[in-house]
C-alpha cells in the first residue's frame, strides 16, 4: 500500500489552539432605596445577598432599602451586606442594581463607566434620560429585556404572573365590599351557581389569572385575536374552557353576565381599546373590571389610573380597579422573584471575568443590554427617541 508523504505545509509547526482561561471577577454592587411612587420592591433578598458574598463580592445597601418588601437593614447586615444611610455613596458603586430606572438626580451621582441593571419602562422614559446616561459612558442593561435559553424573558414572565394572580385574588376582595360589592364569594359553591369571569388576553397575565379562577372554581371564558395564544392556554390549563376571538357581540354576551372582567391584553404601542362605555354600561350592578393593562393605557374604553393608596372607583355601577404595577402590591413575592431571577446573572458575570466576558458567552445577557460604555445598542429605543443606535453585535463580538 503506497503511503501518502507529508505536505511542507503539514510538516510546519502549527499553532495550537488553546481555551482562553477566565479569570473571575469580585462584584462591588450597590443598592439604593427605591425613590420612585408606589415602589416597595428590592433586587436582591437576604439570602440573595448571602450567596453573593459567600462568594466574595460586596454589597453596599442604603439603609431602609429593603423595609417595604419586610426585610430589615439587620438581615441584610447578617446576611454579609454593608449598610449605608448615604444614598451618593451607594451610587457611587461599579454596579448599580434598582428595579425602577434611575431617576436624572441619581443619574447625576453615578460614577462614569458605572454599569446599572434595572426595569427601563420604556414608555415613560424621555430622550434626557438615555443621553444623560451615554454622557456618563454607562453600560445599562434593563430587565425586560434579558432572555433566557428558550428565548422567553424571564422578568417579565415572571411578574406576568403575580399580576395575573393578583387580578383574580383582587377581584375577590372588592366582590365583598360592603360598600359597593355584590357581597360574592369567588368560587364554586355546592347549590350556588359558579361566579363568571372573563378574561381579556391570553398571554401569560390572562394564563395566570385564569388558573386562579379555575383554581377557586370560577367558570372562566377568555377572549384573544390570537388562535396559537388561546391554543397554548388551553394547554397550559390541561383543560378545555370557552374561548374566542375578540369579537364585540361575542364580548358584550360574555360581559352581560358576568361578575368579574379582567383586561389582560398588550399591544405594540398602546394597548387596543375592546370594551367600550356602552358595553360596560350593559353589565351588572357591582360587577368588578381589573385592567391590569392599564401600564399601557388600559383596555376598557371606562378605565382611569389609580394608586395604591386610592385603588378603585365606580362609574357606570361598576367597580373598576386600574392601578399600574400590581405586582409592587405584593412587594416580598415580587422581590422573591426579581431576586431569583437576577442572582444567577451576577453570579454568571463574576465567574466570566466581568461584564465585558458575560455578554460574549450568553446571548440572552447580551439582549438586555441596551447602552454600552454610553453607546445606545438597542434599535427600538433609537426608533422610539429619534437617537443613533448601534449593532452590539459589532461591537462586543
Given at each position: 500500500?503506497a503511503?501518502?508523504?507529508?505536505t511542507?505545509?503539514?510538516?510546519?509547526?502549527?499553532?495550537?489552539?488553546?481555551?482562553?482561561?477566565?479569570?473571575?471577577?469580585?462584584?462591588?454592587?450597590?443598592?439604593?432605596?427605591?425613590?420612585?411612587?408606589?415602589?416597595?420592591?428590592?433586587?436582591?433578598?437576604?439570602?440573595?445577598?448571602?450567596?453573593?458574598?459567600?462568594?466574595?463580592?460586596?454589597?453596599?445597601?442604603?439603609?431602609?432599602?429593603?423595609?417595604?418588601?419586610?426585610?430589615?437593614?439587620?438581615?441584610?447586615?447578617?446576611?454579609?451586606?454593608?449598610?449605608?444611610?448615604?444614598?451618593?455613596?451607594?451610587?457611587?458603586?461599579?454596579?448599580?442594581?434598582?428595579?425602577?430606572?434611575?431617576?436624572?438626580?441619581?443619574?447625576?451621582?453615578?460614577?462614569?463607566?458605572?454599569?446599572?441593571i434595572?426595569?427601563?419602562?420604556?414608555?415613560t422614559?424621555?430622550?434626557?434620560?438615555?443621553?444623560?446616561?451615554?454622557?456618563?459612558?454607562?453600560?445599562?442593561?434593563?430587565?425586560?429585556?434579558?432572555?433566557?435559553?428558550?428565548g422567553s424573558?424571564?422578568?417579565?414572565?415572571?411578574?406576568?404572573?403575580?399580576?395575573?394572580?393578583?387580578?383574580?385574588?383582587?377581584?375577590?376582595?372588592?366582590?365583598?365590599?360592603?360598600?359597593?360589592?355584590?357581597g360574592?364569594?369567588?368560587?364554586?359553591?355546592?347549590?350556588?351557581?359558579?361566579?363568571?369571569?372573563?378574561?381579556?388576553?391570553?398571554?401569560?397575565?390572562?394564563?395566570?389569572?385564569?388558573?386562579?379562577?379555575?383554581?377557586?372554581?370560577?367558570?372562566?371564558?377568555?377572549?384573544?385575536?390570537?388562535?396559537?395564544?388561546?391554543?397554548?392556554l388551553?394547554?397550559?390549563?390541561n383543560?378545555?374552557?370557552?374561548?374566542?376571538?375578540?369579537?364585540?357581540?361575542?364580548?358584550?354576551?360574555?360581559?352581560?353576565?358576568?361578575?368579574?372582567?379582567?383586561?389582560?391584553?398588550?399591544?405594540?404601542?398602546?394597548c387596543?381599546?375592546?370594551?367600550?362605555?356602552?358595553?360596560?354600561?350593559h353589565m351588572?350592578?357591582?360587577?368588578?373590571?381589573?385592567?391590569?393593562?392599564?401600564?399601557?393605557?388600559?383596555?376598557?374604553?371606562?378605565?382611569?389610573?389609580?394608586?395604591?393608596?386610592?385603588?378603585?372607583?365606580?362609574k357606570?355601577?361598576?367597580?373598576?380597579?386600574?392601578?399600574?404595577?400590581?405586582?409592587?402590591?405584593?412587594?416580598?413575592?415580587?422581590?422573591?422573584?426579581?431576586?431569583?431571577?437576577?442572582?444567577p446573572?451576577?453570579?454568571?458575570?463574576?465567574?466570566?471575568g466581568?461584564?465585558?466576558?458575560?455578554?460574549?458567552?450568553?446571548?440572552?445577557?447580551?439582549?438586555?443590554?441596551?447602552?454600552?460604555?454610553?453607546?445606545?445598542?438597542?434599535?427600538?429605543i433609537?426608533?422610539?427617541?429619534?437617537?443613533?443606535?448601534?449593532?452590539?453585535n459589532?461591537?462586543?463580538?
Amino acid at each position: 500500500m503506497a503511503i501518502t508523504p507529508f505536505t511542507k505545509q503539514q510538516l510546519l509547526p502549527q499553532e495550537e489552539k488553546l481555551e482562553v482561561y477566565r479569570h473571575k471577577s469580585e462584584l462591588f454592587i450597590g443598592i439604593p432605596k427605591e425613590t420612585s411612587y408606589q415602589e416597595r420592591r428590592i433586587c436582591l433578598t437576604p439570602d440573595a445577598v448571602n450567596s453573593l458574598t459567600s462568594h466574595g463580592h460586596k454589597v453596599l445597601i442604603e439603609s431602609g432599602a429593603g423595609l417595604s418588601s419586610s426585610y430589615t437593614d439587620k438581615e441584610f447586615s447578617d446576611a454579609g451586606a454593608t449598610i449605608s444611610k448615604d444614598p451618593k455613596k451607594v451610587l457611587s458603586c461599579p454596579i448599580i442594581l434598582k428595579v425602577e430606572p434611575l431617576t436624572m438626580a441619581e443619574i447625576g451621582l453615578v460614577n462614569t463607566n458605572a454599569i446599572v441593571i434595572s426595569a427601563i419602562q420604556l414608555k415613560t422614559r424621555k430622550k434626557e434620560y438615555f443621553e444623560a446616561l451615554s454622557k456618563k459612558k454607562i453600560t445599562a442593561l434593563a430587565f425586560e429585556y434579558i432572555k433566557d435559553e428558550d428565548g422567553s424573558y424571564p422578568a417579565v414572565k415572571s411578574l406576568s404572573e403575580i399580576a395575573g394572580t393578583a387580578s383574580v385574588l383582587i377581584a375577590a376582595e372588592l366582590m365583598i365590599n360592603n360598600e359597593f360589592g355584590k357581597g360574592l364569594l369567588l368560587g364554586n359553591i355546592t347549590g350556588v351557581p359558579p361566579t363568571d369571569v372573563v378574561i381579556l388576553g391570553a398571554g401569560t397575565v390572562g394564563e395566570f389569572a385564569a388558573k386562579t379562577a379555575l383554581g377557586l372554581g370560577a367558570n372562566v371564558k377568555v377572549f384573544d385575536n390570537s388562535i396559537t395564544k388561546l391554543r397554548r392556554l388551553q394547554n397550559n390549563l390541561n383543560q378545555r374552557i370557552f374561548t374566542s376571538t375578540i369579537q364585540p357581540k361575542g364580548i358584550l354576551k360574555a360581559l352581560r353576565r358576568c361578575d368579574v372582567a379582567i383586561g389582560a391584553m398588550r399591544g405594540k404601542d398602546r394597548c387596543p381599546v375592546v370594551v367600550t362605555e356602552t358595553m360596560v354600561e350593559h353589565m351588572k350592578k357591582g360587577a368588578v373590571i381589573v385592567d391590569v393593562s392599564i401600564d399601557t393605557g388600559g383596555c376598557f374604553e371606562t378605565s382611569e389610573v389609580t394608586t395604591h393608596e386610592n385603588p378603585t372607583f365606580i362609574k357606570n355601577n361598576i367597580i373598576h380597579y386600574c392601578v399600574p404595577n400590581i405586582p409592587s402590591r405584593y412587594s416580598k413575592t415580587a422581590s422573591l422573584s426579581i431576586s431569583n431571577i437576577i442572582t444567577p446573572y451576577l453570579l454568571q458575570i463574576a465567574e466570566d471575568g466581568g461584564l465585558e466576558s458575560a455578554i460574549r458567552c450568553n446571548k440572552g445577557l447580551k439582549n438586555g443590554v441596551y447602552l454600552y460604555h454610553g453607546i445606545l445598542t438597542n434599535k427600538a429605543i433609537g426608533d422610539w427617541f429619534n437617537l443613533p443606535d448601534n449593532d452590539i453585535n459589532l461591537i462586543v463580538f
